[in-house]
Nanobody
């Protein structure tokens, strides 16, 4: 079982920035593809936001391209999501996740999940 703990959530005004962090079990970012997902009201379905694989290749949902950036530090076992130009519709619960696969993106099945961190945007 991979341990994932998100942090960095909070309230931010539209147009602002916020960085989320995910601390993972040792070697996880080095050996597994990792990603950020979110649930937004009212649909509340889980949607992929961004991923980064063991090669450092990234993928993004169309809704966040150019605004969000995913990165990691293999030595510190940390995954980040830098969120810029925030919109009220970016409000939601953000989750860190990982998959046993080393390469890939949002199309993979992610099996280990953190508990999430809430982000609230205001207009």
């Amino acid at each position: 079982q991979v341990r994932l703990v998100e942090s960095g959530g909070g309230s931010v005004a539209a147009g602002g920035s916020l960085q989320l962090s995910c601390t993972a079990s040792e070697y996880t970012p080095r050996r597994r593809c990792m990603g950020w997902f979110r649930r937004r009201a009212p649909v509340n379905e889980r949607e992929g936001v961004a991923t980064i694989d063991t090669r450092g290749l990234t993928t993004y949902a169309d809704s966040v391209k150019g605004r969000f950036s995913v990165s990691k530090d293999n030595a510190k076992n940390i995954l980040w999501l830098q969120r810029n130009s925030l919109k009220p519709e970016d409000t939601g619960m953000y989750y860190c996740a990982t998959t046993p696969h080393r390469w890939g993106g949002l199309n993979l099945q992610y099996k280990d999940w953190g508990k999430g961190t809430q982000v609230t945007g205001s207009s």
